[in-house]
Antibody, heavy 127, light 108 residues
Framework: EVQLVESGGGLVQPGGSLRLSCVGS????????MNWVRQAPGKGLEWVSY????????YYADSVKGRFTISRDDAKNSLYLQMDSLRDEDTAVYHC????????????????????WGRGTLVTVSS | EIVLTQSPGTLSLSPGERATVSCRAS???????LGWYQQRPGQAPRLLIY???TRATGIPDRFSGSGSGTDFTLTISRLEPEDFALYYC?????????FGGGTKVEIK
């Protein structure tokens, strides 16, 4: 089955750290750009971070730049999000999402819309 | 940053009825870079439409997208029980990509 499964969420105090993981299965994980997208309680979706296939290109939303670090380990079919200096406003369900782009024959496009999502992991920042 | 405003916030309809969800952008969306997602309670979002009007793989033809510039519409021609869910639009033509606030389609 083609799927993404996140883990690592939990309750953390403001200023604390947390590392999220996302494991992909049923597809060639290494060939896809990946993203993190979050959803605060009762709010809409917010894009957080992007990593290209191969990991050479990374982007962050301004709201998390300098505090969050995205990475991937293709040998483990895994995507990570290291979250430091957490704030109350980082409370959300964090989804990993696969870009529709696919690396093939030396071409690695990014389409910036997402054709596979995980159910998410809840991060609660509170004292 | 392009702000996407969806309306209505909640749409109360009966199975078999037609649903129309609006998405208005604060500035023109580049090219055809507008998509729609569905999210059922407790589930992952699912891509419905990309490129304004192209249905994603496996999406039934009762779902359609239209629009241009700053005004876009998702239409569900005849609501099935599984269509009662949250719907989000997304623009990906101008960084950072942004999503609308969502429209809940609920059973009347």
């Amino acid at each position: 089955e083609v799927q993404l499964v996140e883990s690592g969420g939990g309750l953390v105090q403001p200023g604390g750290s947390l590392r999220l993981s996302c494991v992909g299965s049923g597809f060639t994980f290494s060939r896809y750009p990946m993203n993190w997208v979050r959803q605060a309680p009762g709010k809409g979706l917010e894009w957080v971070s992007y990593i290209s296939s191969g990991g050479s290109t990374i982007y962050y939303a301004d709201s998390v730049k300098g505090r969050f670090t995205i990475s991937r380990d293709d040998a483990k079919n895994s995507l990570y999000l290291q979250m430091d200096s957490l704030r109350d406003e980082d409370t959300a369900v964090y989804h990993c999402a696969r870009d529709r782009g696919y690396c093939s024959s030396g071409s690695c496009p990014t389409y910036w819309y997402f054709d596979l999502w995980g159910r998410g992991t809840l991060v609660t920042v509170s004292s | 940053e392009i702000v996407l405003t969806q309306s209505p916030g909640t749409l109360s309809l009966s199975p078999g009825e037609r649903a129309t969800v609006s998405c208005r952008a604060s500035q023109s969306v580049s090219s055809t870079y507008l998509g729609w997602y569905q999210q059922r309670p407790g589930q992952a979002p699912r891509l419905l439409i990309y490129g304004i009007s192209t249905r994603a793989t496996g999406i039934p033809d009762r779902f359609s997208g239209s629009g241009s510039g700053t005004d876009f519409t998702l239409t569900i021609s005849r609501l099935e029980p599984e269509d009662f869910a949250l719907y989000y639009c997304q623009q990906y033509g101008s960084p950072p990509l942004t999503f609308g606030g969502g429209t809940k389609v609920e059973i009347k």
